[in-house]
């Protein structure tokens, strides 16, 4: 007893709150996860043993927040996202600070954050809010998908987007697709896919040959690197947005919707904590192994 007692003040001196030292996280398989969190304004996030994500929800609809995706960088391989909302809302043990499992570093506003969509009509983002319905399909240990919905008001025009997310186990990018209607109608739409560089703040790398886009920064001295992956075929053009209103420069990918209506992208983060995505130079090679894995044979 005395020797965990002890192993708890250590813990402390070093910057750990005491929930986590007298509450380690019990083994627990690497798996996917999803769920709608109406604890935290709405939020619905997701993760798998890489990675973790969430985006905003009706509660924010009034708020700054919007489409965006945010990146939560963890560096275990079990599930955390219950675990950080609940000491969150619980204990105030806030998932803005480091506590040894990772935190949210990373700032998304109102901006596509990482692989977030927008139209991009007249040469401009056209941004749709926080996401109105959500519905999970599958919560599995290999796989999670979900499906949420946006509208957007184009002059007029009412679109509809019904975005499904599948995350699979050892895969630090996750699927999202996209089916855009306009009454009811496959609509014909440009796309725009973007990741922040947070004011310019992050270095991108635009390979539209290889069919990736990738941003790497530094946040609290460590490196982070986002990205998005589409087929190539499916890419009109990339481009860097610059600008000084912030949250609004972007690496972007620009796309068509199909017949269908549908776009179709993958988007992830690597974070050098966690160890493997140490350089720029390693998130790129990531980025562009997915992608040829992605490319016809």
């Not at 003040?9 to 996280?25: I, M």
């Not at 401009?124 to 509208?151: A, H, N, P």
Request: charged share 25%; with cysteine; hydrophobic share 35%.
């Amino acid at each position: 007893m005395k020797s965990i007692t002890a192993l708890i003040g250590v813990l402390a001196l070093a910057g750990f709150p005491a929930v986590y030292a007298q509450s380690p996280t019990p083994a627990v398989l690497p798996s996917t996860f999803c769920r709608y969190v109406p604890e935290r304004a709405d939020d619905f996030a997701w993760e798998n043993d890489l990675t973790a994500f969430r985006t905003y929800g009706p509660a924010l609809q009034h708020g700054a927040e919007n489409s965006g995706i945010d990146c939560w960088p963890k560096r275990v391989n079990y599930p955390i996202i219950d675990k950080w909302y609940r000491l969150d809302h619980d204990r105030h043990i806030s998932y803005h600070k480091e506590h040894g499992e990772g935190y949210d570093n990373y700032h998304t506003g109102k901006s596509r954050g990482c692989g977030g969509t927008a139209l991009w009509i007249d040469g401009k983002m056209v941004l749709s809010g926080v996401y109105k319905t959500w519905k999970i399909l599958q919560c599995e240990r290999e796989k999670s998908v979900f499906v949420l919905t946006y509208d957007y008001d184009l002059k007029g025009r009412r679109i509809h987007e019904v975005k499904t997310i599948t995350i699979e186990l050892g895969k630090r990018l996750f699927k999202s697709e996209s089916v855009f209607t306009e009454g009811g109608m496959p609509a014909d739409v440009d796309i725009a896919v973007g990741v922040t560089t947070h004011d310019q703040k992050g270095v991108c790398t635009l390979n539209r040959a290889a069919g990736y886009a990738g941003v790497w920064e530094i946040i609290d001295q460590q490196g982070l690197g986002t990205g998005v992956v589409m087929d190539a075929r499916r890419i009109t053009g990339m481009q860097e947005i610059k600008s000084a209103v912030p949250d609004e420069s972007h690496a972007l990918f620009l796309t068509h919707t199909d017949g269908e209506g549908k776009e179709v992208h993958y988007a992830g983060y690597g974070w050098e904590k966690a160890g493997v995505i140490t350089t720029p130079e390693r998130w790129n090679d990531y980025l562009g192994r997915f992608a040829a894995d992605l490319a016809p044979r």
